[in-house]
């Protein structure tokens, strides 16, 4: 009789990096979008407008144009 505990661990660290890689690329994807949807949100919950920004992921709350990293 085999020992298979090896091979099991194996194949759930196999899954495990699968499952990361694809978690990676759809944030890489769409992290422009969702950064957009955040700010989106808390542009609203303080009461201020949205600036969509000349790119994907660069909108910004009016009035916090000195607060901006880039």
Request: overall charge negative.
């Amino acid at each position: 009789m085999l020992n298979r505990k090896g091979q099991t661990l194996v194949e759930y660290v196999l899954i495990i990096s699968l499952i990361t890689v694809i978690a990676i690329s759809l944030v890489k994807i769409f992290g422009g979008y969702l950064k957009d949807s955040v700010t989106k949100m808390g542009c609203e919950m303080i009461g201020k407008d949205y600036v969509e920004g000349e790119k994907i992921g660069e909108g910004y709350c009016e009035g916090d144009e000195d607060r901006m990293f880039e």
